[in-house]
C-alpha cells in the first residue's frame, strides 16, 4: 500500500463559506457546532437520536462525480464525517430580492406551522425534496417527510404547502441549482486524497484516504471506534455519553460506496447507504423495497449504511435477516487479506461477531432470487413507520414441480440474542408438500428455534405467536393471496 499524505484538519463549505478545523473532538457533532459555535440556531434539538428531524440540514458530497444532496440529522453526525461536503442550513435559503424562499413562502400560506420548533426541519426535508423532484406525488411527500415530527400543525398544512411549492419558484432557478457547477469544483478540490489526524494520544479523529488507507491504519489500531453513518454511534454519544475516541470515520470512503452485479449476485460496498441502495434492490429484490422504506426517516437512510448495520450486530437490525435468508456472504478484511464468510455465521452471540482484531466488513455480497422462488420479508412494530423493529421474519422458498418444498430458508431478527434463521422450522418442511397443513404442523418447532425475551417493543408471548404467524402469511401469499406488507400488532398476533 502506497503512503499517502495526511494534514490536520476537516475541510467543508458551510452555506457558502469555506471552513477548516483544526480543533475537533472525535465526538463534535455538526448541530452543537451549528448552534454554539456558529450561532446558526434555526437547527433546532428535539430529540438528539435522529427521530423528530428538527435539526435537518442538507449535506452535499460528491457521489461518482455527481454532487448529490442529502437530508441529514445534525444531532447524529459527527463533524468529523464532513470532509469535502457541502453543509446547507435553513439560513442559507433565499428568494429573489426580499422574498421568502418558495417552500417557507409555501409553509406560511399554507399555515404549515403553529408553534414553529419543528418548522425549519420540515423546511430543509421539503427543500431536498423539491430539489430532485419539483412536482412530486403525495407518496413521495410523506416519504420525505417520515424522518420529521410535528406535534401541533397537523400534517395536512404542511402536505398542501408542499404540493405548492413550484408555484412560488423554480427548483432549476434556485441558488443551489445555479451554485451546483462551482460547488462541485469546489468540493472536488477539497478532496485531495490526504488521510486526516486531529489530536493526539487516544483523543484522536481519523478520516482515512480511502478503503487501503483503512486497512493499513486498523492494522495499527484495532481498537478504533468505526463510524459509517452514525445513526447507531451518534447515540453512543447523545444518549449513553459514551467516549469513542479514537473514532475512524469511514462514510463515503473511496473503495467502499460502489455497489455493482455480476452472475446474479449484487455486491454492496460496506459504505453505501440505504438510500443509494434502494434503487438498485428494490428493482432486484422488490420484497426489499418496503423494507427499506421504513428504516428510521429519509435523513436517517441518507446517513445509514448497510455494512454498519450488518457490522453493528444487533439482534433488531433490519437488514442481516432477509440478507441470510437470501444467502448473503459477506467479506472481511484486514491489511491486504480479505475472506468471505456467510452472512449468517458472522453473528456468534449477543455483541460478538466473527471480527478478529484489526478486520473490517468490506462488502457484502446478496444473490438475487431466481424468477420460480417465493422471497418476502414482513416488519413488525409498534407504529408503521419510523421505528424499531419488535420481530422481524424474512422467507426464501423454492418449490418443487411437484409442490413439495425443494429448499427453503426462513431468518428472524428480535427472536434470539442475534439475527438467526429457523433451522428446526426449516427442517419440518423440507421436503413435505407446501400446504397450510404442512405449515401448521411446522409452527410447532419455533420453540426449538427460538426463546424470544419480553421488552419494551413486545412480549416474549407476543414475538411467539407474531413469528408463527409470519411463516402462515407467507403462505397464504404464495398461494396468490396477496396480503399488506405492514402488519398491525393486532393482525400478526
Same mark, same amino acid.
Given at each position: 500500500?502506497?503512503?499517502?499524505?495526511?494534514?490536520?484538519?476537516?475541510?467543508?463549505?458551510?452555506?457558502?463559506?469555506?471552513?477548516?478545523?483544526?480543533?475537533?473532538?472525535?465526538?463534535?457533532?455538526?448541530?452543537?457546532?451549528?448552534?454554539?459555535?456558529?450561532?446558526?440556531?434555526?437547527?433546532?434539538?428535539?430529540?438528539?437520536?435522529?427521530?423528530?428531524?428538527?435539526?435537518?440540514?442538507?449535506?452535499?458530497?460528491?457521489?461518482?462525480?455527481?454532487?448529490?444532496?442529502?437530508?441529514?440529522?445534525?444531532?447524529?453526525?459527527?463533524?468529523?464525517?464532513?470532509?469535502?461536503?457541502?453543509?446547507?442550513?435553513?439560513?442559507?435559503?433565499?428568494?429573489?430580492?426580499?422574498?421568502?424562499?418558495?417552500?417557507?413562502?409555501?409553509?406560511?400560506?399554507?399555515?404549515?406551522?403553529?408553534?414553529?420548533?419543528?418548522?425549519?426541519?420540515?423546511?430543509?426535508?421539503?427543500?431536498?425534496?423539491?430539489?430532485?423532484?419539483?412536482?412530486?406525488?403525495?407518496?413521495?411527500?410523506?416519504?420525505?417527510?417520515?424522518?420529521?415530527?410535528?406535534?401541533?400543525?397537523?400534517?395536512?398544512?404542511?402536505?398542501?404547502?408542499?404540493?405548492?411549492?413550484?408555484?412560488?419558484?423554480?427548483?432549476?432557478?434556485?441558488?443551489?441549482?445555479?451554485?451546483?457547477?462551482?460547488?462541485?469544483?469546489?468540493?472536488?478540490?477539497?478532496?485531495?486524497?490526504?488521510?486526516?489526524?486531529?489530536?493526539? %494520544? &487516544?483523543? *484522536?479523529? !481519523?478520516?482515512?484516504? +480511502?478503503?487501503?488507507?483503512?486497512?493499513?491504519?486498523? /492494522?495499527?489500531? =484495532? $481498537?478504533?471506534?468505526?463510524?459509517?453513518?452514525?445513526?447507531?454511534?451518534?447515540?453512543?454519544?447523545?444518549?449513553?455519553?459514551?467516549?469513542?475516541?479514537?473514532?475512524?470515520?469511514?462514510?463515503?470512503?473511496?473503495?467502499?460506496?460502489?455497489?455493482?452485479?455480476?452472475?446474479?449476485?449484487?455486491?454492496?460496498?460496506?459504505?453505501?447507504?440505504?438510500?443509494?441502495?434502494?434503487?438498485?434492490?428494490?428493482?432486484?429484490?422488490?420484497?426489499?423495497?418496503?423494507?427499506?422504506?421504513?428504516?428510521?426517516?429519509?435523513?436517517?437512510?441518507?446517513?445509514?449504511?448497510?455494512?454498519?448495520?450488518?457490522?453493528?450486530?444487533?439482534?433488531?437490525?433490519?437488514?442481516?435477516?432477509?440478507?441470510?435468508?437470501?444467502?448473503?456472504?459477506?467479506?472481511?478484511?484486514?491489511? %491486504? &487479506?480479505? *475472506?468471505? !464468510?456467510?452472512?449468517? +455465521?458472522?453473528?456468534?452471540?449477543?455483541?460478538?461477531? /466473527?471480527?478478529? =482484531? $484489526?478486520?473490517?466488513?468490506?462488502?457484502?455480497?446478496?444473490?438475487?432470487?431466481?424468477?420460480?422462488?417465493?422471497?418476502?420479508?414482513?416488519?413488525?412494530?409498534?407504529?408503521?413507520?419510523?421505528?424499531?423493529?419488535?420481530?422481524?421474519?424474512?422467507?426464501?422458498?423454492?418449490?418443487?414441480?411437484?409442490?413439495?418444498?425443494?429448499?427453503?430458508?426462513?431468518?428472524?431478527?428480535?427472536?434470539?440474542?442475534?439475527?438467526?434463521?429457523?433451522?428446526?422450522?426449516?427442517?419440518?418442511?423440507?421436503?413435505?408438500?407446501?400446504?397450510?397443513?404442512?405449515?401448521?404442523?411446522?409452527?410447532?418447532?419455533?420453540?426449538?428455534?427460538?426463546?424470544?425475551?419480553?421488552?419494551?417493543?413486545?412480549?416474549?408471548?407476543?414475538?411467539?405467536?407474531?413469528?408463527?404467524?409470519?411463516?402462515?402469511?407467507?403462505?397464504?401469499?404464495?398461494?396468490?393471496?396477496?396480503?399488506?406488507?405492514?402488519?398491525?400488532?393486532?393482525?400478526?398476533?
Amino acid at each position: 500500500m502506497a503512503k499517502v499524505k495526511t494534514r490536520n484538519e476537516i475541510r467543508f463549505i458551510l452555506n457558502g463559506e469555506d471552513i477548516a478545523l483544526a480543533d475537533v473532538a472525535p465526538d463534535a457533532t455538526l448541530l452543537d457546532w451549528l448552534r454554539l459555535d456558529r450561532t446558526l440556531r434555526g437547527t433546532k434539538e428535539g430529540c438528539a437520536e435522529g427521530d423528530c428531524g428538527a435539526c435537518t440540514v442538507l449535506v452535499g458530497r460528491l457521489s461518482a462525480g455527481r454532487l448529490v444532496y442529502e437530508s441529514v440529522n445534525a444531532c447524529i453526525r459527527f463533524l468529523g464525517s464532513l470532509d469535502a461536503t457541502h453543509v446547507v442550513t435553513v439560513e442559507h435559503l433565499r428568494g429573489t430580492g426580499e422574498t421568502l424562499h418558495p417552500v417557507q413562502q409555501a409553509m406560511v400560506d399554507f399555515h404549515g406551522s403553529q408553534c414553529g420548533f419543528c418548522t425549519p426541519g420540515f423546511v430543509m426535508s421539503l427543500y431536498a425534496l423539491w430539489m430532485r423532484s419539483p412536482e412530486p406525488s403525495d407518496a413521495a411527500i410523506e416519504k420525505a417527510l417520515q424522518g420529521n415530527l410535528c406535534r401541533c400543525t397537523g400534517y395536512e398544512a404542511i402536505m398542501r404547502a408542499a404540493r405548492a411549492i413550484s408555484s412560488y419558484g423554480k427548483a432549476a432557478k434556485d441558488p443551489l441549482a445555479a451554485e451546483r457547477k462551482s460547488i462541485t469544483a469546489r468540493l472536488a478540490a477539497l478532496k485531495d486524497g490526504a488521510r486526516v489526524e486531529i489530536g493526539a %494520544g &487516544k483523543a *484522536r479523529l !481519523i478520516v482515512p484516504a +480511502d478503503a487501503d488507507d483503512l486497512a493499513k491504519l486498523l /492494522d495499527k489500531e =484495532p $481498537g478504533a471506534t468505526l463510524v459509517a453513518g452514525s445513526t447507531d454511534v451518534g447515540l453512543w454519544v447523545t444518549k449513553h455519553m459514551r467516549d469513542i475516541a479514537p473514532a475512524v470515520f469511514i462514510g463515503n470512503l473511496d473503495g467502499l460506496c460502489t455497489i455493482s452485479e455480476g452472475k446474479g449476485v449484487i455486491s454492496i460496498g460496506a459504505g453505501v447507504t440505504y438510500s443509494e441502495a434502494f434503487a438498485t434492490l428494490s428493482k432486484r429484490i422488490p420484497a426489499l423495497g418496503p423494507l427499506f422504506d421504513r428504516i428510521g426517516g429519509e435523513q436517517v437512510r441518507n446517513m445509514g449504511t448497510i455494512g454498519g448495520n450488518i457490522a453493528n450486530g444487533s439482534p433488531i437490525g433490519d437488514t442481516p435477516p432477509p440478507l441470510i435468508a437470501l444467502g448473503a456472504r459477506l467479506t472481511l478484511r484486514r491489511g %491486504g &487479506k480479505r *475472506r468471505t !464468510i456467510p452472512l449468517e +455465521d458472522f453473528f456468534v452471540a449477543y455483541g460478538k461477531q /466473527d471480527r478478529r =482484531p $484489526g478486520e473490517f466488513v468490506e462488502a457484502v455480497h446478496v444473490p438475487v432470487p431466481a424468477k420460480a422462488t417465493k422471497f418476502a420479508v414482513y416488519k413488525i412494530t409498534k407504529r408503521r413507520d419510523e421505528d424499531i423493529t419488535a420481530a422481524l421474519g424474512a422467507f426464501h422458498l423454492t418449490l418443487a414441480r411437484n409442490g413439495t418444498v425443494a429448499d427453503i430458508r426462513i431468518a428472524y431478527g428480535g427472536m434470539a440474542a442475534t439475527p438467526k434463521r429457523a433451522f428446526a422450522v426449516e427442517k419440518a418442511l423440507l421436503g413435505k408438500r407446501w400446504t397450510e397443513e404442512t405449515v401448521e404442523a411446522a409452527m410447532a418447532e419455533y420453540a426449538s428455534d427460538f426463546t424470544p425475551l419480553t421488552d419494551m417493543r413486545a412480549s416474549a408471548e407476543y414475538r411467539a405467536l407474531a413469528a408463527k404467524n409470519l411463516l402462515l402469511r407467507f403462505f397464504v401469499e404464495t398461494m396468490g393471496t396477496k396480503a399488506p406488507f405492514q402488519v398491525s400488532r393486532d393482525e400478526a398476533a
